[in-house]
Structure formats: structure tokens, C-alpha cells
């Protein structure tokens, strides 16, 4: 039977936004996002990494950069407090017009935020439902890519969220609930799945 997941973004939700990040120890968890991974964890939830990283189409490093990130980001996520991601999927793809740079990754993606393309991905190989899942991040683009594929969209406010709560970006997207921050979010979404 398939199960409800969480889905996460990683930028300015699981760990501190900083733009490109272009040396590994750059990356830092945003406090107290490992141990509500952890949450997550213990009442055995399917949670699911999903991100645009279009540095490699931009130019700005390689698709091996981007994979040693999520490397250090689950290493922080074990090492804090033996938290894990059960899947990663990303999106290393621009359009030209979107600013892609690299023609190895210079292209249209379903894939892309908010296009549906890795929510279906990790709904096809992890027998997943996608209509009692959620969708967690800190962008209009990740509301609007949980309500195209029929998820529960979270806005936290870290990262980008606030920006998108004042109208800054795109502020015709409505998130099912708003949450301060990951912890907040994970609060909301465990008794809705009936695990709190």
C-alpha cells in the first residue's frame, strides 16, 4: 500500500540559506532541523530531499559539487542527532531563458520546480501517495509544485519564507499552513497523518 512521505527543500529548510554554496563546509543546519527529521523519523515517515540546484547549468560548479553537499548535509543530519533522508532527488536543469549556462544541463525539466517531475519520481520508485504527502519549503515554487501534484504545501519561514509571506515573490500561491520553522511544521503535519 502506498505511504505519505515528507517532502523537504533543502536550501533555507534543512539547512541556512546562503545563495550558491560553493565550499562544502560552507553548509549548516538550521538549528533544530535534525531532530525534527528525527521526528519524522521515529514515527517511520518516508522523507524525501527535493531541490532545484541549477548551479551545474549556470556554470557555477560541477553535479559532483552539489552531491557532496547532500553528502555533508546527511552526515550533519546523522551526526546531530541521528536523523536521515530516505531519499534525494534534485534538479540540476535550466532553461536558456531561466539563465542555464553549461549545455550539459541546459534544458526544459519537468523536473523543475514547480513542475512535478521529482515528486513523481519518488512517488513511482518508493510507492509513495502523493495526495497525503507533504510538501515542505521555504519558496512559492515549492507550494505551487505540492499543489500541482496534489500535496499538502508547508511554507516555513526560514530561508526565503518570509520574502514570500510580504509579496515579494510570486504572492498569489496560498500554502495549506504556515510554520515558523521546520520543528513548527513537522508539529502540524504528525497529528494530520494521525502519528502524534
Known amino acids: 500500500m502506498a505511504r505519505s512521505a515528507v517532502f523537504l527543500d533543502r536550501d533555507g529548510v534543512l539547512n541556512v540559506e ?11 543546519l538550521i538549528p533544530g532541523v535534525a531532530q525534527s527529521l528525527r521526528q519524522l523519523n521515529d514515527h517511520q515517515i518516508f522523507c524525501c530531499l527535493v531541490s532545484n540546484q541549477s548551479g551545474p547549468a549556470r556554470g557555477y560548479y560541477s553535479d559532483s559539487h552539489v552531491q ?9 543530519l546523522l ?14 536543469y535550466l532553461s536558456p531563458p ?26 513511482w520508485e518508493h510507492d ?5 504527502s507533504f510538501m515542505v519549503g521555504d519558496k512559492a515554487t515549492d507550494v505551487d509544485m505540492a499543489h500541482n501534484a496534489g500535496c499538502v504545501g508547508i511554507l516555513v519561514q526560514t530561508g526565503y519564507g518570509d520574502r514570500v509571506l510580504a509579496g515579494e515573490y510570486q504572492h498569489h500561491t496560498k500554502p495549506d499552513y504556515i510554520a515558523k520553522d521546520l520543528a513548527a511544521a513537522v508539529a502540524w503535519i504528525l497529528p494530520q497523518l494521525g502519528d502524534y
Open 68 to 76: 557532496a553537499l547532500h553528502h555533508r548535509l546527511c552526515h550533519l
Open 18 to 28: 546562503a545563495g550558491y554554496i560553493h565550499k562544502v563546509e560552507d553548509l549548516h
Open 98 to 123: 531561466e539563465g542555464g549556462k553549461n549545455p550539459a544541463y541546459t534544458r526544459w525539466s519537468t523536473w523543475r520546480k514547480p513542475n512535478t517531475g521529482m515528486l513523481v519520481a519518488a512517488a
Open 79 to 92: 551526526k546531530e542527532a541521528g536523523a536521515k533522508l530516505d531519499a534525494l532527488y534534485y534538479c540540476p
Open 128 to 132: 509513495l501517495d502523493l495526495s497525503s
